[in-house]
């Protein structure tokens, strides 16, 4: 069992930024791709950006070289590091990990945060 606790949510204005992040606890080891998703009211849960053993990251579309997800494995922490913030990024967030090779809009791991409300006024 995996253990997923994110942190660094809120409120900031159009064009700020913000630094979400995640913390694994429980059997890490079976950990083979980690990421993040959001979801607004009313859609769909979409990939944000994933990465996995082989350090290959990939963004969804909607990033467009806005957001950096980057990891520390030493402390078993992945972060997100979101700039020029669009009142669209307003989600709740949510750190998923499983055993797949690589998270998508399609492959979702088994393991989910309780998700961080991020709101981004205009």
């Known amino acids: 069992q995996v253990r997923l606790v994110e942190s660094g ?7 700020g930024s ?10 890490v080891f079976s950990i083979a791709s980690i990421g993040w998703y959001r ?3 009313g859609k769909q849960r979409d990939l944000v950006a994933g990465t996995n053993r082989a350090g290959i990251t990939n963004y969804g579309d909607f990033v467009e070289g806005r957001f950096t997800l980057s990891r520390d494995d030493a402390k078993n922490s992945i972060y997100l590091q979101m700039n020029n913030l669009k009142p ?3 989600a709740v967030y949510y750190c998923n990990a499983g055993a ?5 809009n399609d492959k ?10 991020v709101t981004v006024s205009s």
């Open 9 to 15: 949510g809120g409120l900031v204005q159009a064009g």
């Open 108 to 117: 979702k791991g088994d393991y989910w945060g309780q998700g961080t409300q």
């Open 18 to 27: 913000l630094r979400l992040s995640c913390v694994a606890s429980g059997n």
């Open 88 to 90: 669209e990024d307003t």
């Open 39 to 41: 979801q607004a009211p």
């Open 100 to 104: 797949g090779r690589q998270l998508s």
